[in-house]
């Protein structure tokens, strides 16, 4: 059954370096997601994509972060200079089309910033 | 802006019983979906069901139905033969059109099932 991946699924930085999280939807899809959990809160929409660009984009998609298909089949995440607060499993997940089908998610990155 | 809320934070249940967990949701949309997703230790997220909001009849997966009272803005997870496997934190998950053509997942705080031998 295909699934979405995740790379790395843990990563530690130090507090002001660039990390990128890394993704790989599934084949068929178009449509694609983060998402962010800080540890014991609530999964949080950051942002979608489709079509190369941006197709919304939460509050707390700062400045500090972008998204890029860089090719067919890699979607990233990257965060410039990292800080406290970014530390929480980032998700990625997946969908056909928006509208009708479910968002699949892959299996999460573990953020740890110091 | 749609709000997803959980009133369990935690809940306990028999091994081999039945538990129900509780969602609300408010939404001025008619048309939208509805899902349960379970979070494992692992932290990864499994759909367990989804509800399309046009659809009167219940939605079930195995051991896994809903409840969907549509005008009372509500949507229960019924886990019927409770497993080990079952022990888990529990996400109510509301999707409708958040403009701009794009579509997403608003979650709830959860609610952390624990199974009992």
């Known amino acids: 059954e295909p699934e979405v991946t995740q790379t790395p699924s843990h990563q530690v930085t130090q507090m002001g370096q660039e990390v990128i999280l890394r993704c790989v939807p599934i084949s068929n899809h178009l449509y694609f997601y983060w998402y962010r959990q800080i540890l014991g809160q609530k999964v949080e929409f950051l942002v979608s994509f489709y079509n190369n660009e941006i197709s919304e984009k939460s509050e707390i998609f700062d400045d500090q972060f972008s998204v890029e298909r860089p090719d067919g089949s890699n979607f990233t995440l990257k965060i410039r200079s990292t800080k406290l607060e970014d530390s929480a499993m980032y998700f990625c997940?997946?969908?056909?089309?928006?509208?009708?089908?479910?968002?699949?998610f892959g299996p999460g990155t573990r953020l740890l910033v110091l | 802006a749609q709000t997803v809320t959980q009133s369990q934070p935690e809940m306990s249940v028999q091994e081999a019983e039945t538990v129900t967990l509780s969602c609300t949701y408010d939404?001025?949309?008619?048309?939208?979906?509805l899902f349960w997703y379970k979070q494992p230790p692992s932290r990864q997220m499994i759909l367990v069901i989804r509800?399309?909001?046009?659809?009167?009849q219940n939605a079930t997966e195995n051991r896994f139905s809903v409840n969907f009272q549509k005008a009372a803005k509500s949507f229960s997870l019924k886990i019927s033969d409770s497993q080990l496997g079952d022990t888990a934190m529990y996400f109510c998950?509301?999707?409708?059109?958040?403009?701009?053509?794009?579509?997403?997942?608003?979650f709830g705080k959860g609610t952390k099932l624990s199974v009992i031998p």
């Open positions: 998950a509301f999707m409708g059109h958040s403009g701009a053509g794009s579509y997403q997942l608003t």
């Open positions: 939404t001025s949309e008619n048309n939208y979906y």
């Open positions: 509800q399309e909001a046009y659809k009167q």
């Open positions: 997940a997946s969908t056909l089309t928006p509208s009708q089908e479910t968002q699949y």
